[in-house]
């Protein structure tokens, strides 16, 4: 797996970072996803949904490696969908962003973020996940002791908006690898 995300990051950086086009208009992250806020109720989650806190995602790894139960929540949590980003907006120097592999319910000091169109998915899971962006996000953040991120500050983080063939070459080369994941 981490030989997989290291690639994948790899050609991230190589495609749209270091060989980025001048022709490409300047964007920002928003181009490419939105803010999913979607709040449920302790009653109404099923026992047997997958729930994510911050606890469960691993500093820089992008794959989701463990989950908790519908039956331990006990406050409002969000709803997320296979293929959200996860981006942990308390203390977001620690760099939790990952991939939801299946639909659940989060910590509500998690953003969702979903790509606006699934092909989409890998650029955004690679674009968000960057070291730059967390720290843009990190210095962003708002409080002393409990800072936190919030998607203004992500989305309006700056970016090449490439092309759509590019976009394509990539996902076809990296979603394999997400999968795989």
Not at 5 to 16: K, P
Not at 31 to 49: C, G, H, L, S, V
Request: a negative charge; hydrophobic letters at 35%.
């Amino acid at each position: 797996n981490k030989t997989l995300e290291s690639l994948a990051q790899t050609l991230f950086r190589q495609w749209f970072i270091e060989q980025a086009r001048d022709e490409w208009e300047e964007g920002t992250l928003a181009d490419f996803a939105y803010k999913i806020r979607e709040n449920i109720q302790p009653k109404e989650i099923e026992t047997d949904t997958k729930y994510v806190g911050l606890e469960h995602i691993e500093r820089k790894d992008f794959a989701l490696h463990s989950f908790g139960s519908g039956s331990d929540v006990e406050s409002n949590k969000s709803v997320f969908r296979k293929h959200d980003i996860l981006f942990g907006k308390l203390r977001p120097y620690f760099h939790k962003v990952c991939f939801a592999p299946f639909d659940g319910v989060c910590s509500t000091d998690i953003l969702i973020i979903r790509p606006k169109s699934p092909e989409l998915f890998p650029f955004c899971l690679m674009a968000f996940f960057q070291k730059e962006v967390v720290d843009h996000s990190d210095m962003a953040s708002e409080g002393t002791r409990m800072p936190r991120t919030n998607w203004e500050i992500l989305s309006n983080y700056p970016v090449g908006i490439p092309d759509y063939e590019s976009i394509s070459r990539f996902n076809e080369s990296v979603l394999p690898m997400i999968e795989k994941i």
